[in-house]
């Protein structure tokens, strides 16, 4: 159900589960693995992926139908905390993550795309929250990770409603970064690629920690923290004399 390939600084994890990569229990199963794999490694970048046409329909309704026909809520409950943990411990990754959405990227699919620190979309994606259609909710992380990336009122929206939008309305309205057509998405994520990996270094973890403190009051005292230990570093001081050298 996942695949992970670590080639040229770049882990590639692959979600395949045909036809819409829906997420179930075996998906978590080996998403701890994968996250271990992916901490041993220490690519400088991870880009995860959906197989086929889509990136990820969210959980699979079967299992969830299943559950509830033998009443079996511990089950239910258990996925849901499962599936937060899981997510908050990939945003916790120390390099860049890049999500790069096609086809449906809906519930929890969605949810792993918000946890994610950039985000490509094909034009054709279709992307939301449609728990509420089946009287749930994103419990996954979406309703904090959400209104934290687009402001209340426009998360708010989709996700009391379960509208679904295109690529552009959702970069318009800041869910993901870059929206290309479906022919260009390969170049526009070779190209972000590049920009990431020319700029890999200690940096990076230290800009995403800072970030990771944002609204929660000591991000300026995180800031400087991290600055200083930037300081001392071997990498900023080439990078330093190399861009004097240049001028």
Known sequence: MLKLNVQDRV????????PVNALDDAFLDSFDSVLDEIRGSNPALVIVRGSGRHFSAGGDIKQMVSALETN?????????????????????????????????????????????????????????????????????????????????GQAMRLILTGELIGGVEAQNLGIVEWCVSDSDLDNQVEQVTSMLLDVAGPAQPAIK??????GTGDGYAGELFEQKALHVSKEAEQRLRAFVGER
């Open 11 to 18: 882990a590639t994890l692959l979600i395949d589960r045909p």
């Open 72 to 152: 079996d809520f511990t089950r239910l409950n258990g996925f849901a905390c499962r599936i937060q943990n899981a997510y908050f411990a990939w945003e916790q990754l120390p390099m860049p993550t890049l999500a790069v959405l096609t086809g449906a990227v809906t519930g929890g699919g969605l949810e792993l795309a918000l946890a994610c620190d950039l985000r490509i979309a094909a034009a054709s994606t279709r992307i939301g929250f449609p728990e509420v259609r089946i009287g749930l909710l994103p419990a996954g992380g979406g309703t904090q990770r959400l209104p934290r990336l687009i402001g209340k």
């Open 209 to 214: 920690r800072c970030v990771n403190r944002y």
